[in-house]
């Protein structure tokens, strides 16, 4: 039975890599062994790597890749809709390879971002001020605050 799991995973793994290329092929970008062990280290991620963390994980696969060019692929999968940048604050860019819908809360202490979902944020109405005046493409729901483990460590 434990098997089970462990290939559902790696089906669910698959069909996000085949996502991606096709995505790849729409947007008229080559599929390179780069570029795939890129998308990859961050569809496995847990977290909401940066590029540096990243790139550290790729190099282990491809040991003469650049940042620059995990960097550039981070930034293209996210143009071509195959990842998103975290919004954030000033800290460097964070990346998240997540397509579901869902929000994001940062802990101000850490530094850590966690994935949430509360169904009422997916249809925020736009203001009509806003809609009028603007061509709103995407809305996103950001929190900041402290985590439980920054706070427990607080409390002592």
């Known amino acids: 039975m434990s098997g089970s799991g462990s290939r559902g995973s790696r089906d669910k793994l698959k069909e996000k890599m ?3 290329q096709a995505k790849c092929r729409k947007a008229g970008l080559k599929i390179t062994p780069q570029r795939m062990a890129v998308y990859k280290v961050l569809i496995k991620s847990k977290q909401h790597p940066s590029a540096e963390i990243v790139f550290r994980k790729v190099r282990k ?8 060019t995990v960097n550039r692929t981070l ?3 996210a ?3 195959a990842a998103s940048i975290v919004e954030d604050s000033g800290d ?3 990346f998240d390879g997540r397509l579901e819908t869902h929000q994001h809360f940062k802990c101000v202490k850490c530094k850590r971002i966690f994935d949430f979902h509360y169904k009422s944020f997916d249809n925020i109405a736009v203001p ?3 809609s009028r005046t603007f061509t709103v493409l995407k809305k996103t729901v950001y929190l900041e605050g ?3 483990l920054c706070k427990k460590r607080a409390d002592r």
């Not at 696969?61 to 620059?68: F, M, R, T």
């Open 18 to 20: 085949d996502a991606f």
């Open 79 to 81: 143009e071509i809709g």
């Open 61 to 68: 696969v491809i040991p003469n890749i650049s940042l620059d």
């Open 92 to 94: 460097v860019k964070r």
């Open 75 to 77: 930034l293209t999968s």
């Open 128 to 130: 009509k001020n806003i």
């Open 146 to 148: 402290i985590c439980d």
